[in-house]
């Protein structure tokens, strides 16, 4: 059974990164970036969570993968991924975040054009699929503890309006609720999830300040050159084939959607007005903007609401920091801060494997 389930966790660790760097290509169009991303990933600071029977490398596996099917085009394909992922961990289903924000844009582009407001009902099932093992688990734990007992044997969440086994279990043993684990005694799991929680601090606002208007937007102000090449997310229409080089492509795509009618002239505006737009490539593209948001909101249940030590796990399946890592390593300017970030990872695999394999605390 051990060598059973380290060989699992191993080769579900293998294949995440696999899933990372193709969601890698799809996303940064940049074959390097996201191969030192990959690599990165397989050197993460709770990497030895990912190498022990343990369900990090496949709720990683099932959430990087169905990144990768909902960017490819199989929606349905990318929600069972995600589902699975929440089979594996509770935390999975923050994965719907994803379909959310996907729903949100293409509702916006139904209702503007009148057309296929199904978009909204295929959303919402999507993401009712995807908490079903969630609410499948609840509903498990009510039946086997609660039913078939008088209200004086329940426990107390038994009797609550919406009674959620995990939520009692996390706040009535663990302590977990929002600001509960401000206090002095914690200072040094503070200090221990401080490196993974600056690193995400660091990569959002290095976005923000990049991307400002996509920030007060929510997305919406993305150029409509760069929603093409993120489609599968912002827009109805089909995404674009990813490719290191699209410049000559897309050209060539504006030529041919030009059409000889009484619209010409619009139609040549437009393409002129895409060509000078102030579009990013790489980390600071439109594209990373809806994991950046999925981050943020991770982050910040971590640090307020979780034990905030599991900061270092909880966030190392999230593609942005290796996109980050790996921007920053590649350029000449912050090679110190690539240093830097490669040493971190080094340090907390040493730590991380000596102390959770003498059964202390670390994540």
Aim: glycine share 6%; with cysteine; proline share 4%.
């Amino acid at each position: 059974m051990v060598l059973s389930g380290s060989t699992v966790s191993n080769l579900a660790f293998i294949f995440a990164a696999i899933y990372l760097f193709s969601v890698s290509v799809i996303v940064l169009k940049d074959t390097e970036a996201s191969f030192r991303a990959s690599i990165i990933f397989c050197f993460n600071p709770a990497s030895i969570f990912y190498s022990t029977i343990y369900s990090e490398s496949l709720y990683a596996l099932f959430s990087i993968g169905g990144v990768y099917h909902l960017l490819s085009g199989s929606s349905n394909v990318g929600v069972l991924w995600f589902a699975l992922s929440g089979c594996a961990r509770s935390n999975g289903i923050l994965n719907a975040g994803y379909i959310c924000f996907q729903t949100m844009h293409r509702a916006y582009e139904a209702l503007y054009q009148k057309r296929r407001a199904y978009v909204l009902i295929a959303g919402f099932l999507r993401c009712i699929c995807m908490c079903l093992p969630f609410v499948a688990f609840q509903a498990y734990g009510y039946y086997n503890i609660c039913h078939g007992h008088t209200l004086d044997e329940m426990r107390p969440w038994c009797k609550g309006r919406i009674p959620l086994l995990y939520n009692f279990i996390q706040s009535h043993y663990w302590g977990v609720g929002f600001l509960k684990y401000f206090q002095f005694k914690q200072l040094p799991n503070f200090l221990l999830a401080s490196p993974i929680l600056s690193l995400v601090v660091c990569s959002i606002i290095s976005y923000m300040k990049s991307r400002p208007e996509l920030f007060i937007s929510l997305g919406f102000q993305v150029t409509e050159k760069e929603k093409r090449s993120a489609a599968r997310l912002y827009s109805l229409k089909d995404a674009v084939e990813p490719s290191v080089k699209t410049s000559t492509n897309e050209g060539n795509r504006d030529i041919r959607q030009r059409k000889p009618s009484s619209k010409k002239d619009v139609t040549v505006t437009k393409v002129a007005a895409e060509s000078n737009s102030p579009e990013k490539s790489g980390y600071l593209s439109a594209d990373v903007f809806p994991f950046i948001v999925h981050l943020s909101f991770m982050a910040t249940m971590a640090f307020f609401i979780m034990h905030v030590q599991v900061a270092t796990r909880f966030l190392s399946a999230s593609p942005p920091l290796y996109w980050f890592a790996s921007s920053l390593i590649g350029s000449p300017k912050h090679s110190k801060w690539g240093y830097l970030i490669c040493s971190y990872c080094a340090a907390y695999i040493l730590l991380g494997t000596l102390l959770l394999s003498n059964f202390y605390p670390f994540t």
